[in-house]
């Protein structure tokens, strides 16, 4: 069984960072691709970056590109997701997500991730 915990989230002021991070447990080692989703109120859930292991090679949602960076820490089964220029609509809660399985390169959507986190709340204050 696979384990995902978030943790780093909070409040700040539009123009702030936060930096999350997501660590894996349980049988991980052939993961494929792990990533960040959010889900606001009233909201569906939308892919916000991806990370794939070996290559790490990265995919980002238009809407933070240049702004997030998710990277990886291989010996600790750990990603993080550092976020920068903070905006009120980045309000949301932010889940971890893990694919256990290569079917192609994106963020592709929820149902295709086999692993969710409990998820760790970011409010950005205008």
């Known amino acids: 069984q696979v384990q995902l915990v978030e943790s780093g989230g909070g409040s700040v002021q539009a123009g702030g960072s936060l930096r999350l991070s997501c660590a894996a447990s349980g049988y991980v080692d052939s993961w494929r691709r792990m990533a960040w989703f959010r889900q606001a109120p009233g909201k569906e859930r939308e892919g916000v970056a991806a990370?794939?292991?070996?290559?790490?090679?990265?995919f980002y949602a238009d809407s933070v590109k240049g702004r997030f960076t998710i990277s990886q820490d291989n010996a600790k089964n750990t990603v993080h997701l550092q976020m920068n220029s903070l905006k009120p609509d980045d309000t949301a809660m932010y889940y971890c997500?893990?694919?256990?399985?290569?079917?192609?390169?994106?963020?592709?959507?929820?149902?295709?991730?086999?692993?969710w986190g409990q998820g760790t709340q970011v409010t950005v204050s205008s």
């Open positions: 990370i794939y292991a070996p290559s790490g090679s990265t």
């Open positions: 997500a893990l694919d256990l399985v290569f079917k192609h390169y994106g963020l592709g959507s929820p149902s295709e991730y086999n692993y």
